[in-house]
């Protein structure tokens, strides 16, 4: 029988090997996460870590990959409905997916080669920076929203950076700020839904997927070292941030290289 | 249990640039990673390299045996970090060639009198050694002082792409030089 993997030889002869010994934490199983898990399901990753508290509910059926009617009916944990997705696209996989926040399994996320945020507010996205910096895991972000101009028309956008250990981070980028995080704060509880569509998902998963593939298993010699895509789901198009260009030769202010590592390290617990 | 060293790509390619610097007195040069620590799920330790220190000019002796001789000044500076900042030591030196490298014999010789005397001022905590080659790395962890050492499961450089300089488990790709 041919290998399954024959497809993408072109990654490496070690990349089979590679992606049964590694790990990638997916923090957020909904309508990015979803897409990902997906994804490396069929890359062959054995070893996914990922996490979401949250239930399908019936306003996650537009976008949820994985999730059938009887899930949305029954209320199923979106860690569930990854790990089912996952073992049967990818039967020997050992997938690790946890319906708990990721702060309660961070300890398992510490073990993560990358990481692929698929989360929904600038704080959390915040947090999850700080601890990927803090335990040197390249994080990868995805996002997108859905504006209203006054004209009545609407516009999809979104992004995927990479926050790298040693380079710019989300404030250097602009897209965490105090007075993000204080306007969200301010709005919470007070927002309605927010849209939230399929397709663009699919693009910036699909596209955080191939990066850290890149990361992971390079197939050409040229690869970017700062990446901060952003999404024109009007246009259908995406196009490096034009902010790079300022950030290039910058050190991050925001992370110091020394602060890295768990301030409560007890030897013991290693045993 | 799982060992994995991490580094940032920049301060890889920092080490190798200053490990492959000339010295009057000594054929190669030696220095120091300090590393903060955590656990692992399952009992594995992740240490990460959060600086490097070079052994000063000064403190190189002509060598007694292979290639290079620390003096005590070299050890003591190595021993006040280990103790100021609770960090695990991975002494480093650089094997200048591209490809997969060991420890030679004589490296693991003085791996195992050098290494143990960090856990007199830092008991609490893991210390290593690493060698270094252009593309690659080797390294072994010491868990506890008179302990043999165990060979590290992963020595990766993050960055991008993400450099697995020694990967136990398969081995890497070919990889291009530190730049």
């Not at chain 1, 602009?174 to 839904?193: K, L």
């Not at chain 2, 000339?22 to 590393?35: Q, T």
């Not at chain 2, 960090?87 to 195992?112: M, W």
Request: net charge neutral.
């Amino acid at each position: 029988m041919e290998n399954r993997f024959s497809r993408q030889g072109f990654l490496g002869e070690t990349a089979e090997a590679l992606y049964r010994a590694v790990s990638i934490g997916i923090v957020g199983l909904g309508g990015g996460g979803s897409h990902v898990c997906q994804q490396f399901a069929h890359i062959g990753l054995e070893r996914p870590i990922g996490a979401d508290p949250d239930k399908a509910t019936t306003t996650n059926s537009n976008r949820l990959v994985g999730a059938s009617w009887n899930d949305i009916q029954d209320n199923e944990l979106k860690a569930q409905i990854a790990e089912r997705l996952y073992r049967s696209v990818n039967p020997v996989a050992r997938p690790f997916f946890s319906s708990k926040a990721w702060q309660e399994v961070q300890v398992e996320l510490r073990g993560s080669t990358a990481i692929i945020g698929c989360v929904d507010s600038i704080g959390e996205r915040s947090q999850l920076e700080a601890f990927a910096r803090r335990f040197l895991i390249p994080y990868i972000d995805i996002g997108m929203d859905v504006h209203r101009s006054t004209s009545g028309d609407h516009s999809i956008s979104g992004q995927v950076v990479v926050s790298m250990p040693g380079g710019p981070c989300l404030r250097c980028m602009g897209i965490v700020t105090d007075t993000r995080i204080a306007e969200e704060a301010h709005q919470y509880g007070a927002a309605g839904p927010r849209p939230q569509v399929v397709w663009p998902n699919g693009v910036l998963a699909s596209t955080a997927v191939g990066i850290a593939v890149q990361l992971l298993t390079p197939w050409h010699s040229k690869q970017p070292k700062q990446v901060y895509l952003e999404y024109d789901g009007n246009t259908h198009t995406l196009s490096p941030s034009p902010r790079l260009e300022y950030l290039v030769g910058t050190t991050c202010p925001h992370f110091d290289d020394h602060e890295v590592g768990d301030p409560y390290f007890l030897r013991q617990a290693t045993h | 249990m799982t060992a994995v060293l991490k580094l940032t790509q920049r301060m890889w390619v920092r080490t190798i640039a200053d490990l492959r610097r000339p010295h009057d007195l000594a054929k190669e040069r030696v220095g120091f990673f300090s590393c903060r620590q955590a656990s692992l799920a399952g009992g594995g330790l992740l240490l990460l390299a959060e600086d490097y220190h070079p052994v000063a000019d000064a403190h190189y002796l002509p060598p007694l045996m292979g290639a290079v001789t620390i003096g005590p000044e070299a050890i003591r500076d190595a021993l006040q970090i280990a103790l100021t900042k609770t960090a695990s030591i991975v002494h480093v030196h650089l094997h200048d060639h591209s490809g997969a490298t060991r420890f030679s014999k004589i490296d693991n010789s003085e791996n195992a009198k050098l290494i143990p005397d960090f856990f007199n001022v830092a008991p609490d905590v893991p210390h290593g050694a690493v060698a270094l080659s252009q593309t690659h790395a080797f390294g072994q962890l010491w868990d506890r002082q008179y302990a043999p050492p165990r060979t590290f499961d992963q020595i990766v450089a993050i960055g991008a792409p993400i450099r697995f300089l020694w990967s136990g488990s398969w081995k890497t790709d070919s990889l291009a030089k530190a730049s």
